[in-house]
């Protein structure tokens, strides 16, 4: 139902009629009224208001007023949203009213006016049903009217009125006329204030003021608020107006430069070409913040002349702009059985990186929300790491792309040049996202390993923004100097080794190892991918070429022997050439490639085994090496010469690896008597340590046992096995620590026809990562004192005596045979004896 509210427009927009003052005596108010509750309004004496009527206490009250033809009073409500109000919900000052028209405008909806008479103030409610009745007290003005200073603020009144009505051309001109008329200083105030556009509570404060004074200064002050709101207002919509008039107009004459242009047959191409970036800036959906600057200086490209430079270098940073992919997204392949069998396909072993790239997309399509992960694979070269990136692209249905990282010394290649240079670019980064044309390629950041620093910065450290998860969804690059979201991305990093990384860089990425792969492997690779893809290569196919696995086999023992597959793909692009050209020939026979094919194509072997070859003669010891290349066989020779007992080290070692020597000598001393060695064979001996390959620099602790061994061998005239090679770091007291890179030694030991391997005992756990092929083709001694190393080591027992190791008994001298991968019963029992 409606409810008891002003009717029509609002009270500024056309000033109530006021009646003279004074149509009641204050004798002829009753001392009991019906009270009509008013909401949204406040109902002064003099004042005529229309209202509509719905509430059903209210018709009930006008029905029996206008039967009885008696006043009312209105009263205000303090909360417009109660329905059915009682004493405490009305304010305590009301006007007495008469209802002078009344006409009903439907069932239960009726619409009066009523006439404001006087005041009153409501002392207590009488009657709450059927309508509202309260006892009442007539209230009239205190001050009289005929006080001068109430006539001069009667003057100051109406002079603040006409200012408010020219203010609001909407009032009608009457307004001021009806202002002028009034002479009685209390109507005119309460004229005002029904008409002044304030909040109810103000207007009820005019009403409750019985002061005449007081009441023509509250309302002076609210008039002369109005009129400071109405002045800033109208300032305000003149200058929004001038601005809007000012770019209407230039927006207007250059509509009608363009028609003229295009009249005359002059339209430049300029124009259309800026009419086109527009075009292009519009549908690049770029972020608020982003649009804004791009506007900005599209508004600037228009003013400068075309034959500028700074026309062109505004040209060309909007094209960039307008060239990146801000919102444009490739949509992921999430079927998880289409990626595996994609990586299957295209890469052989590498497990790990399969694994974790599964993962990250059955995640992906739980969290659809996810942020691009960022891996980083290490290993030696020519193990698939790059070719990877591609394969992982395809298995999610990205873009790929390449960014080479290598010899990148100066940070502006990652973050850019500022536009201020003269040939400025973005960064690679940004350049590579404009390539890839979607906000979530695949970037591989190859070799990143081999960033450089000097003085124009340290990409590396530009690297961390990129690179962090938490940052990189607002990368700035210097070029563009607005936020670029990266953190859709997946990010593959590979490097050879992690050591020239720095920490922080480090640790924003997830690593991942991917060492050597075994005989097995690489001749598994190569049949499935090397040698379709070389056929492909140089135009063969199977009708013309066959390669049979003693073939393979030959080609990975004999002919290259790495961690990778990049030689061995060389090798048989050798074997596809010499077919290529019998076929370009003429001869179209098939031909099949066997082992003594190879030999006749590639001539002799490459690598043979020169581990017997080396371990002829005592002194000579065969240790594991981890290098970037994926692992290699360390040989150490020892002599010794007549002398005054110094050592010498050639071979280009590091601090470590001399220490280490150091170290192996001075427990060779103290285990002399037990060894059968001279306790003095210092005094009239020089030695001599070697580590061939000398161009190459060797650093660590992980050659300690294999020095000691060499050593040993050399002083007590036993060779060491030549199928068996070592690697731990050595102390003083004999013990066998543990070192790192065990998979890629092992693979190495492998790679070169070793048949045992002495690993420090802490180690037996890394040989989880060591492929089953190498696990059962070779036998592993573990040992946690060197004594033990020693028996496993060298062809017989060293020790002649145990009382000369720990005291008591005679040492036979027993080949060691047999060894498994917990060491022989022999070796067992022989370690014991020496340590106890």
């Known amino acids: 139902m409606s409810d008891e509210k002003k009717k029509g427009s609002a009270a500024s927009a056309m000033p109530t009629a006021m009646a003279p003052p004074g149509l009641i005596n204050k004798e002829d108010i009753p001392q009991v009224l019906p009270i009509l509750p008013l909401r949204n309004s406040v109902f002064f004496p003099g004042g005529v208001l229309p209202l509509a009527v719905g509430r059903q206490k209210t018709i009930a009250l006008i029905k029996d007023a206008v039967r009885d033809d008696q006043v009312i009073g209105v009263v205000t409500q303090r909360r417009a949203e109660e329905e059915d109000p009682g004493a405490s919900d009305l304010y305590t000052m009301g006007t007495v009213a008469r209802i002078v028209k009344l006409l009903k405008m439907g069932e239960d909806n009726y ?23 309260a006892r009442v007290d007539a209230v009239e003005d205190k001050t009289s009217a005929e006080n001068v200073e109430v006539e001069a603020l009667g003057i100051n009144l109406k002079k603040l009125a006409r200012e408010v009505i020219e203010l609001m051309p909407e009032l009608p001109a009457a307004a001021t006329e009806l202002v002028e008329s009034i002479t009685h200083p209390g109507h005119l105030a309460d004229l005002i204030a029904a008409n002044v556009d304030v909040p109810i509570e103000e207007k009820q404060a005019v009403l409750e003021t019985v002061d005449l004074k007081a009441r023509m200064k509250l309302v002076l002050e609210l008039l002369n608020r109005k009129r400071e709101i109405l002045k800033l207002s109208n300032k305000i919509d003149s200058a929004v107006k001038g601005e809007m008039s000012k770019t209407q107009r230039e927006y207007y004459l250059r509509q009608q430069l363009k028609a003229i242009k295009e009249e005359l047959g002059e339209m430049g191409e300029e124009e259309e070409e800026l009419d086109e970036l527009q075009e292009r800036l519009k549908k690049a959906g770029l972020p608020p913040d982003v649009e804004k600057v791009a506007q900005k200086e599209l508004n600037r490209l228009k003013t400068i002349p075309a034959a500028s430079s700074e026309y062109t270098v505004a040209r060309t940073y909007l094209d960039w702009i307008a060239d990146l992919p801000w919102a444009k997204l490739s949509e992921d392949n999430l079927d998880i059985e289409n990626a595996r069998q994609v990586l299957d396909k295209d890469h052989f072993g590498i497990k790990k990186v399969k694994k974790r790239i599964l993962e990250y997309l059955a995640v992906r399509k739980l969290k659809n929300d996810m942020r691009g992960p960022i891996l980083c694979l290490v290993g030696p070269p020519g193990v698939g790491k790059t070719s990877l990136g591609q394969s992982v692209a395809r298995a999610t249905g990205r873009k790929f792309v390449r ?9 502006a290649e990652i973050r850019g040049h500022r536009r201020t240079y003269v040939g400025a670019l973005p960064g690679r980064f940004i350049q590579s996202m404009k390539k890839a044309g979607t906000k979530n390629p695949v970037m591989m950041l190859d070799e990143i390993d081999k960033l450089g620093a000097d003085f124009r910065g340290d990409p590396s450290a530009a690297l961390l923004e990129v690179l962090d998860p938490e940052q990189n969804n607002s990368f700035s690059d210097h070029y563009l100097d607005v936020a670029f979201d990266l953190s859709k991305v997946m990010f593959i990093a590979t490097a050879n080794q992690l050591d ?60 290259t022997r790495e961690a990778g597959v990049r030689n061995l793909e060389r090798r048989i692009a050798d074997i596809c050439r010499a077919v290529a050209v019998e076929v370009a020939g003429g001869k179209m026979d098939k031909q099949t490639i066997n082992g003594e094919r190879v030999k006749e194509i590639l001539g002799p072997e490459t690598f043979y085994s020169e581990v017997a070859e080396r371990t002829e003669v005592p002194g000579v010891a065969t240790g594991l090496a981890w290098t970037a290349a994926g692992g290699d066989l360390l040989f150490i020779e020892a002599t010794k010469m007549a002398g005054k007992g110094g050592m010498t080290l050639t071979g280009q070692l590091g601090d470590v690896m001399k220490e280490s020597a150091t170290a192996a000598l001075s427990y060779l001393r103290s285990k002399a008597e037990a060894l059968g060695i001279n306790p003095n064979f210092l005094e009239k001996t020089d030695l001599h340590l070697h580590f061939p390959a000398g161009s190459i620099p060797k650093d660590g602790p992980s050659a300690g046992v294999t020095i000691l061994t060499a050593l040993t061998s050399l002083l007590t005239g036993i060779r060491v096995r030549s199928d068996t090679a070592m690697t731990g770091e050595a102390t003083l007291r004999g013990l066998v620590l543990p070192v790192g890179g065990i998979k890629e030694k092992v693979l190495a030991a492998h790679r070169a026809g070793i048949k045992r391997v002495i690993l420090p005992e802490r ?32 062809e017989s027992s060293p020790f002649k005596n145990t009382s000369g190791a720990q005291g008591g008994g005679e040492q036979p001298q027993t080949p060691l045979a047999g060894a498994t991968a917990d060491g022989s019963p022999e070796i067992r029992a022989q370690a014991a004896e020496a340590r106890n």
Do not use: N, W
Request: aromatic letters at 6%; hydrophobic letters at 45%; one cysteine or more.
């Open 403 to 411: 960014l080479s990282l290598g010899g990148v010394r100066d940070e």
């Open 763 to 794: 180690c037996r756990k890394d040989l989880v990562d060591v492929p089953d092929q190498a696990k059962k083709e070779l036998e592993f001694i573990f040992a946690t004192k060197m004594d033990e190393v020693l028996i496993a080591a060298l």
């Open 111 to 133: 619409s009066l006016v009523v006439q404001g008479l006087a005041r009153f103030r409501v002392l207590e409610l009488v009657q709450e049903a059927p309508y509202l009745k």
């Open 500 to 559: 020239p990384v720095p920490g922080p860089l480090r640790d924003r990425m997830e690593i991942i190892e991917l060492s050597g792969y075994t005989f097995e492997e690489k001749q598994q690779i190569g049949r499935i991918h090397l040698v379709p893809k070389q056929l492909k290569e140089h135009g063969l196919s199977p009708d013309h070429i066959e390669i049979l696995d003693d073939a393979l086999l030959i080609l990975t023992t004999a002919y």
